[in-house]
Structure formats: structure tokens, C-alpha cells
């Protein structure tokens, strides 16, 4: 419960820092490739694999430390996704994170053992963030006007990008599975 709590207010800082740094130049351009990655691996880590590599905590700062590592791990597509929808626009950014949050902390167990009955589930989350990934490059300034795209072309782009990572992580998990 005190490694979760501390993610969760790790989670809000960092939000609100990543969405006061979204003006920054290059920032959409990194924040969406680095999603894209994301999504890869969100997809490719849906794979069942084996446990035993896994060391347990051997106390409650252990604990409490690996529960934050691996949600700081975890939640940065969160972070991400949040900022980056906001817009800067601060109410917003209070309803992404009041509507994640729970969701995240809360249903996470919920949500995993729906994606190990219904493996779609994991597709649909990469391909989504595929689609935000492309959104946040495209909103990139410096290549919002080197394109100047119309609305149809950028959807069209978001969707290649949303099909792309499904692609993409599916070669990376065939390639791993021919190597195992």
C-alpha cells in the first residue's frame, strides 16, 4: 500500500511536470517516439513469460521500492499519454490523472487478468498508443510546419503508426520466439 501510494504521488508530480515541459522544443517529436516504443513493448511484454528470473523484496523499503521503480517504469506511457492530451490545459490534466489514477492503481489487477483471458485487449492499448505516439510527433512545431498536412493525412499517418507498432512488435516477438 506505501509502495502504491508513493507511485500514485510520484505519478501526479510528474505529470504535471511533463505537461508544464510540453512547450519545450523537440518534446512532442521525443514524447511520441518514446511512446511508440512504448507500445511496442507494451504488446511484446503481454507475451507470457517465464518468473523465475524474478527476486523478491526482502523487507518493507525492498517492497516499497520495487513497487515505485516498477510503476515509474510502467506508468510512463501513462504520463505521456495524460500530458500530452491536456494540451496545457490544467483542468483537463486533473481529470486525465483523477480518471487514470484509479483506474491504473485500482483496476490494474482487474485489467491483467482480462489481457491474459483476452489478449485483444493488449492490441487495442498498442495500437492506441501507436495512434498518440504519431499525434504527438505530428504536433511537434518544427514539423507541424516543415508538413503541413491536412486533418485527413494526419489521421491517416496516426492510423500507419497504429498499425505499424502492431507490426512491428509482432516481428520483434516472432524474432525472440526463433531465438529462444
Known amino acids: 500500500m506505501l509502495g502504491a501510494g508513493l507511485a500514485v504521488v510520484l505519478r501526479i508530480v510528474l505529470t504535471f511536470f ?4 510540453m512547450n519545450l522544443p523537440w518534446l512532442h517529436l521525443v514524447g511520441g517516439v518514446l511512446i511508440l516504443w512504448i507500445a511496442v513493448k507494451v504488446l511484446m511484454d503481454s507475451e507470457p513469460e517465464e518468473a523465475g528470473h524474478i527476486r523478491p523484496a526482502t523487507g518493507l523499503m525492498s517492497a516499497m521500492w520495487v513497487i515505485l521503480v516498477a510503476d515509474i517504469t510502467m506508468s510512463l506511457d501513462n504520463v505521456l499519454a495524460v500530458a500530452g492530451a491536456s494540451q496545457g490545459n490544467i483542468w483537463l490534466l486533473i481529470f486525465g490523472l483523477g480518471l487514470s489514477i484509479p483506474l491504473v492503481v485500482g483496476a490494474s489487477g482487474v485489467l491483467s487478468r482480462l489481457m491474459d483471458k ?8 498498442s495500437a492506441v498508443l501507436g495512434r498518440v505516439g504519431a499525434e504527438m510527433i505530428l504536433k511537434e512545431k518544427m514539423v507541424e510546419d516543415y508538413l503541413q498536412i491536412s486533418k485527413y493525412t494526419e489521421w491517416t ?8 507498432v502492431l507490426a512491428i512488435a509482432k516481428l520483434l516477438m516472432k524474432r525472440r520466439s526463433l531465438q529462444a
Do not use: K, W
Open 18 to 21: 511533463v505537461a508544464q515541459m
Open 118 to 125: 483476452y489478449p485483444i485487449i493488449a492490441y487495442i492499448g
Open 157 to 164: 499517418i496516426q492510423l500507419l503508426a497504429a498499425i505499424a
